[in-house]
């Protein structure tokens, strides 16, 4: 039963990393994109290793998380975290091309890394606080 947790997570995370770099492919191909340097939302420069730092540390949470909701939350953060990482890696930037009135520019990565947020804090602070289970 572990081993398909794991299969099913693992296959959560590289899920996520192909539709995120494929949808950067063809944005970056035939349309405009920001090239952001910085780590959330542009701000902070050359921070590589506190990324990794950060990135190590979720993964930890999800070996170490029970619950099968708040460990998705969990998955999501950290596959949205590493495919931000590579582009990072790879281009010297992250990618961002989806843009909305008075918000900085995001990308597919950006938006699964905010529901597995929005997943947490539901499960952990409202279900839990209020027992809703």
Known sequence: FRI??????????????????I?????QK????????????????NVLFLVILVLLFVFLLIIKEKNFIPKLGLIFIFS???S?????????????????VNLPSFNLADLIITVGVLIIVVE??????????
């Not at 952990?124 to 289970?133: D, L, P």
Request: glycine share 8%.
């Open 4 to 21: 398909t947790k794991i299969i099913i997570s693992s296959i959560i995370v590289i899920l996520v990393i192909i539709a995120d770099q």
């Open 23 to 27: 949808s950067k492919y063809f944005v």
């Open 30 to 45: 035939y349309l405009i994109i920001n090239c952001n340097k910085g780590v959330a939302l542009g701000i902070g420069e």
């Open 80 to 82: 949205g975290g590493i």
């Open 84 to 100: 931000n990482l590579l582009d990072r890696m790879i281009t010297g930037c992250v990618r961002d091309f989806i843009a909305i």
């Open 124 to 133: 952990k602070i409202i279900v839990q606080r209020w027992h809703f289970k």
